[in-house]
């Protein structure tokens, strides 16, 4: 009842924090009130890595698919403020690793909500159907890993970790515009986390390293408020969206 109340507590938040960010800034009063909205949804993969997992590499085993969606806000040619919420499964395994001997594994759900702000690195051009970016921010996730362990395994049970817990989320990816409203765009995250229970192990592993997870992932997004020709980012690059 405690976990429950806890995420609906995370979404509460969120979603407050969406309604304070969209009226209190982006209004036609406020600060940041002459750009444009975006939605985007997307697909891709999502990986752990940790203990049971030491390399940022993705591999067939333990990537699994995600789902991603969001709402930016474009306030100047070269930057973006961006709300997300991704979902997934994460997962590792003694058995593709060094330590196979071992035989520890697990499964965990993760669900992530973030706020980033992206840097258009060629948002100077006054022309372009291309954008290449790097972002960063913050987030907060929730997971519940389950573990199992092999016979020769002196693993020993752990408990006490506490979810939610934080993520710093580091980016760069490249946009296509498609039309003034449609574009798509590819993209990788590294997240480092302050956490080293992801896996479900910690004093069992190292527990001085915490765990990270890795996506590349693919979107389409839409421009909500395309007002007039010349917005086309494809001819004049103000407020120009990704995702």
Request: net charge positive; glycine share 12%.
């Amino acid at each position: 009842m405690i976990l429950i109340l806890t995420k609906l507590k995370i979404k509460l938040i969120f979603l407050i924090s969406l309604l304070g960010f969209s009226t209190g800034l982006l209004g036609k009063g406020g600060i940041l009130g002459r750009g444009g909205f975006n939605v985007y949804a997307g697909t891709g993969i999502i990986y752990y890595q940790g203990d049971l997992k030491e390399t940022s590499v993705p591999d067939f085993y333990t990537s699994h698919v995600l789902g991603k969606m969001g709402i930016t806000y474009n306030f100047f040619n070269w930057g973006e403020l961006k709300a997300q919420y991704v979902f997934g499964e994460l997962s590792g395994n003694d058995m593709y690793t060094l330590n196979a001997w071992r035989g520890i594994k697990f499964t965990s759900p993760v669900n992530e909500y973030s706020v980033q702000f992206k840097l258009n690195l060629n948002g100077f051009l006054k022309k372009r159907t291309w954008d290449f970016y790097v972002q960063g921010g913050i987030g907060t996730f929730t997971f519940q890993p389950t573990v199992t362990y092999g016979t020769l395994s002196s693993y020993v049970p752990e408990s006490g970790f506490t979810s939610p817990q934080i993520s710093y989320l580091f980016a760069m990816g490249i946009t296509k515009w498609l039309s003034s409203h449609w574009g798509v765009a590819l993209e990788g995250t590294y997240r480092k986390t302050n956490t080293d229970y992801i896996d479900g192990i910690s004093k069992n592993g190292n527990p001085n390293r915490n765990d990270a997870f890795i996506d590349v992932s693919m979107v389409a997004f839409y421009r909500l408020n395309f007002k007039k020709k010349s917005d086309d980012p494809r001819s004049f690059p103000s407020h120009c969206p990704s995702f």
